[in-house]
């Protein structure tokens, strides 16, 4: 048990450097991919492709019109049916907005990998409580909280922007009535699948830095006693 | 600190080196200078009573209580310690 908790920080040290790594792949190639800027090629068609929504039979298909295409998912045995018009378009507004979202999550786990495998390295030193470790798991903390808000406010501003497309050329039709989607309004209103458990975590880290300081001073007081 | 440590002082007149002392009184080479340059923050009184009995000495020939000079020597404190703004 005590050699398996010697090997732990080495583990999670290797673990977070390859993480790192991977960030760093990921965000090149959201960059690469924000550069070529991709776009749905004219005449892109594909299904109709039966699949499984909801438990009930659908399909997804995408046919070219003009010089886009249009997509159409139809669900619950074709009774309803979602068409976005010109497929192009919305494929240009998630890349557009969703690239450099995920970019930015990209960057923020990227930097949150490194901190910890800075954190790792120096338990696995001996050294836990360091100023230099105060320092990082303050930062953690204070990254999670920035980034619980920042995220937020992308994600919504993807969703906006998504939505905005979907309400100008997307269609819904149940049971042969069609709907079309009323126009958001206003400015968007941040929400996120995830960001208050991030805040949540960020306030706890915060916290723990605190304890980390607070061992820092027991520390030092335990190494100048003689 | 206000209490200071005239270790040095009593190792002169009793002749002996800090190696020695130290290997006598069981503790670090580091340990010994950290207590003789004054910069311990606490001490045990096991090493105390080693202290003594090597240097053949009481408590009070080793340790001296000095009045602070004006308030800011009282706020010195080494990192981490409470009177630290970190």
Not at chain 1, 71 to 83: E, G
Not at chain 1, 125 to 147: C, E, K, N, P
Not at chain 1, 169 to 175: F, I
Not at chain 1, 187 to 207: C, D, E, N, Y
Request: proline share 4%; with cysteine; charged share 20%.
């Amino acid at each position: 048990m005590e050699s398996f908790s010697r090997i732990l920080p080495k583990l999670f040290r290797w673990v977070f450097t390859v993480m790192v790594v991977l960030m760093v792949i990921g965000a090149v190639g959201i960059l690469i991919a924000m550069i070529i800027d991709p776009g749905l090629p004219v005449g892109t068609h594909f299904g109709p492709q039966q699949v499984d929504i909801l438990g009930q039979p659908g399909t997804i298909t995408l046919r070219p019109v003009g010089g886009d295409s249009n997509f159409t998912i139809s669900a619950l045995r074709n009774t309803v049916t979602i068409s976005i018009e010109k497929a192009g378009g919305f494929i240009q507004v998630l890349v557009r907005n969703g690239l450099p979202v995920a970019l930015m999550h990209v960057i923020f786990l990227g930097a949150l990998f490194e901190l910890l495998r800075r954190l790792f390295r120096n338990v696995e030193r001996g050294d836990s409580f360091t100023r230099q470790t105060v320092l990082l798991v303050q930062f953690v903390g204070l990254s999670l909280l920035a980034f619980s808000v920042v995220s937020a406010f992308g994600e919504s501003w993807l969703w906006h922007a998504a939505y905005g497309y979907a309400a100008s050329h997307a269609t819904l039709t149940v049971e042969g009535k069609q709907l079309h989607l009323p126009p958001m309004s206003g400015m968007p209103f941040p929400h996120s699948q995830g960001g208050s458990p991030i805040f949540f975590s960020g306030l706890l880290v915060l916290a723990l830095s605190e304890v980390f300081r607070q061992g820092l001073a027991l520390k030092s007081e335990h190494d100048l006693t003689v | 600190m206000a209490i200071k440590l005239n270790l040095d002082r009593v190792m002169l007149e009793r002749r002996i080196s800090l190696t020695e002392l130290a290997e006598k009184v069981g503790i670090t080479l580091a340990n010994l200078s950290v207590l003789k340059t004054n910069k311990a923050r606490a001490i045990r009184f096991t090493t105390l009573d080693a202290l003594c009995r090597e240097l053949q000495c009481q408590p009070g020939e080793l340790l001296e209580f000095v009045a602070a000079q004006d308030s800011g020597d009282e706020n010195h404190g080494d990192d981490g310690s409470k009177e630290d703004d970190l």
